[in-house]
């Protein structure tokens, strides 16, 4: 099916473990994104990437890293997760366009609770 | 990017139109209009967008001051459905640098 998806959609991690979160868009997008949302914080980047190993800071990418081998996939990984980590994880996708409409596309989301 | 301030919240009853505003005193030239909105439990998604003059499609309208420093995303006749909350982000056009920067959104209740 075409579109974009997370796994896994829920997670329990216990502190200190490596911790991988994935995204696959099946459009062929250029940009992908690794938002957290939290209360009160609303969504903040964490990494984008514009294209195949191609990638950059957000906001918030202490504790994060992330790799872009294939321009379909977009994998998130804490290395050693936190409690503080515990969050909604959102990834999505885009087209550059010359409009500047930039329409990013969600994920359904990732749940990751770090005990 | 340009910072935007909304209600936190607002309320409308169902079947009635909702008028959803966003202040950007400090846009710039350049900066396209965005909204979005999250539905509970699920990721956000695409409304609607404009530069300078009012746009519609088939979910909002968007209607935006003529200074540009202000716009309203409008809903003609909400639904429970539309119970979500509403963010509405600048956009400055910078190839290669198309992240968007999110605020904390309008939160909207529909009143049966």
């Known amino acids: 099916d075409a579109g974009i998806t997370q796994s896994p959609r829920y997670k329990i991690t216990e502190t200190g473990r490596q911790v991988t979160l994935m995204c696959h868009q099946t459009?062929?997008?250029?940009?992908m994104f690794w938002y957290r949302q939290d209360l009160g914080h609303g969504l903040r980047l964490i990494y984008y990437s514009a294209a195949a190993d191609i990638t950059d800071k957000g906001e918030v990418p202490d504790g994060y890293v992330v790799s872009r081998s294939k321009t379909e996939n977009f994998p998130l990984t804490l290395e050693s997760a936190t409690r503080s980590q515990t969050s909604v994880y959102f990834c999505a996708s885009s087209e550059l366009q010359v409009s500047g409409a930039n329409v990013l596309t969600f994920g359904a989301g990732s749940r990751l609770t770090v005990l | 990017d340009a910072k935007t301030t909304q209600p936190n919240s607002m309320e409308s009853n169902e079947e009635e139109p909702v008028h959803l505003p966003c202040n950007h005193s400090t846009i710039s030239g350049t900066d396209y209009i965005h909204w979005y909105r999250q539905l509970p439990s699920q990721g956000p998604e695409y409304v609607i967008h404009?530069?300078?003059s009012n746009v519609n499609n088939r979910m909002a309208s968007l209607a935006i001051a003529e200074d540009r420093k202000s716009s309203t995303l409008i809903l003609h006749r909400a639904t429970l459905r539309d119970a979500a909350v509403y963010y509405c982000i600048l956009r400055r056009p910078n190839f290669g640098n198309e992240k968007l920067t999110f605020g904390t959104g309008t939160r909207l209740t529909i009143i049966p």
């Open positions: 404009g530069l300078t």
């Open positions: 459009w062929s997008h250029s940009y």
